[in-house]
C-alpha cells in the first residue's frame, strides 16, 4: 500500500528535492507540496495524506505554531526537517514534545554526504511514521512528575545501560524524570545527529534530578550523573585501575548507526556483567537487541518498554523475540520497575 505524504517547506529547492527522494521509492508518493502553513491546511482538507514533512522555519506561521494546532485539532504523523544547527535542534526538541514523530536533517550538498543515503534514511522515517502510535502532547511540558525519593546508597555497585531511537528523546525524558538524584550511573545511546545531542543534554540536565551530561571521553562514571553518547562517536564503557569511565570511537557504524546500542551494551556485558542493568526503549529497527542478549546472558537484568507505550516497536520488539527482555514494562511504569530491581 502507497504512503501518501505531503510537503511543507517554504523553499522551492527544497520542495522539488524533497519530492524527488520521495517518489523515487516504490511505496511512498507526494501528493503535494506547500510553501506554507495556510496552504498546507488546505491541501491536508482536499488531499488526506498519510504522513508530513514540514519544516522548522516557515513565513505566515511557523512549524511549531502549526504542528501546536495540527496535534490539538487534527493529530497526524509528522517528520520535522530541520536545520544543522543549535537554533534548529533547539527547535526540533520542541516539536517532538509537541508530538511529531521523528525529525531528519536538510540534505547537505557537500562532499561526504551522500544524498542516495539521505533519500533511504528520509524514506525510513516516512514509513516508521505512518507505522507509529501517535502520542497526545502534554499539556504542558516540564517535569510535572513528584520528585522521585532517594536510593539512600542502596545500589551503588550498579550502572545502568540504556538506548532508544524513533520517539526516544520524550520516552528518555520521561524515564530519567523518575530517576533520583542519586541514581546510579546511566549511559545513554540515542540515535541522533552530533549536532542535536549537546541540546538534548542540555535540555534533559534543565529537567530531571541527575546531573546530564554529552559524553567527551575519558569522564569517571559515578552515581548522580547520565552521560549522552555524541552523534558522532560510539560510546563504551572501560575498566581503569580507578574505576570505570566512558570511552568514544570513531569506528564503522554498527547496524547503520553511530552511535550504536549494541556497542555500548556489548561493552556492559563484556565489563559490568550481573552489576550492569539494561534498558531498551522505543525505536525502529534491530540495534541493541543482540547487546541486550548478551547482557543477560553475563547477569544483568533486562527491561524491554511494551508495544502499548512505543512510539515504534522495532528495538524493543527485535530484544524480545531473540530472549533478550528479562522484562517488558510500560513506560509510565520503567523507571519505578527498574529502581525497584536494583537490589537483586
Do not use: W
Not at 203 to 227: F, M, Q
Not at 293 to 320: F, I, K, N, W
Request: with cysteine; net charge neutral.
Amino acid at each position: 500500500m502507497t504512503i501518501r505524504v505531503l510537503v511543507i517547506d517554504d523553499s522551492a529547492v527544497m520542495r522539488k528535492l524533497l519530492t524527488e527522494f520521495i517518489n523515487s521509492q516504490p511505496d511512498l508518493e507526494v501528493v503535494g507540496a506547500a510553501p506554507d502553513a495556510p496552504m498546507a491546511r488546505e491541501m491536508i482538507k482536499t488531499l488526506n495524506p498519510d504522513v508530513l514533512t514540514l519544516d522548522v522555519a516557515m513565513p505566515k506561521m511557523d512549524g511549531l505554531e502549526f504542528l501546536e494546532r495540527l496535534m490539538r485539532l487534527r493529530p497526524m504523523p509528522v517528520v520535522m526537517v530541520s536545520s544543522f544547527t543549535e537554533a534548529g535542534s533547539e527547535t526540533t526538541l520542541k516539536a517532538l514534545e509537541l508530538g511529531a514523530v521523528d525529525f531528519i536533517g536538510k540534505p547537505r550538498m557537500e562532499p561526504g554526504h551522500s544524498l542516495e543515503d539521505y533519500a533511504h534514511e528520509l524514506a525510513d522515517k516516512i514509513r516508521a511514521a505512518k507505522a507509529a502510535r501517535l502520542r497526545r502532547p502534554p499539556a504542558a511540558s516540564g517535569s510535572a512528575l513528584p520528585a522521585p525519593p532517594a536510593l539512600r546508597g542502596s545500589a551503588s555497585n550498579k550502572i545502568m545501560f540504556v538506548g532508544a531511537s524513533t520517539g526516544g528523546t520524550e520516552a528518555l525524558k520521561h524515564f530519567l524524570l523518575g530517576m533520583p538524584a542519586d541514581c546510579p550511573p546511566i549511559l545513554i545511546v540515542q540515535h541522533m545527529p552530533e549536532t542535536f545531542t549537546a541540546s538534548f543534554a542540555k535540555r534533559l540536565d534543565s529537567l530531571c534530578a541527575p546531573r546530564v551530561i554529552e559524553s567527551r571521553g575519558n569522564e569517571k562514571v559515578e552515581p548522580g550523573t547520565v552521560y549522552v553518547a555524541p552523534g558522532h562517536s560510539h560510546m563504551q564503557i572501560r575498566k581503569t585501575a580507578s574505576g570505570f569511565v566512558t570511552e568514544l570511537l570513531q569506528t564503522p557504524p554498527v547496524n547503520r548507526h553511530r552511535p550504536a546500542v549494541d556497542v555500548l551494551f556489548h561493552s556492559a556485558a563484556q565489563l559490568v556483567g550481573r552489576n550492569a542493568v539494561g534498558v531498551i526503549l522505543t525505536g525502529m529497527g534491530k540495534d541493541g537487541a543482540v547487546g541486550l542478549l548478551a547482557m543477560r546472558q553475563a547477569g544483568a537484568h533486562t527491561y524491554g518498554q511494551d508495544e502499548a507505550s512505543c512510539v515504534v516497536y522495532g528495538m524493543p520488539r527485535e530484544a524480545a523475540i531473540i530472549g533478550a527482555v528479562e522484562e517488558v514494562v510500560p513506560l509510565d511504569d520503567m523507571s519505578r520497575r527498574v529502581l525497584a530491581g536494583l537490589g537483586r
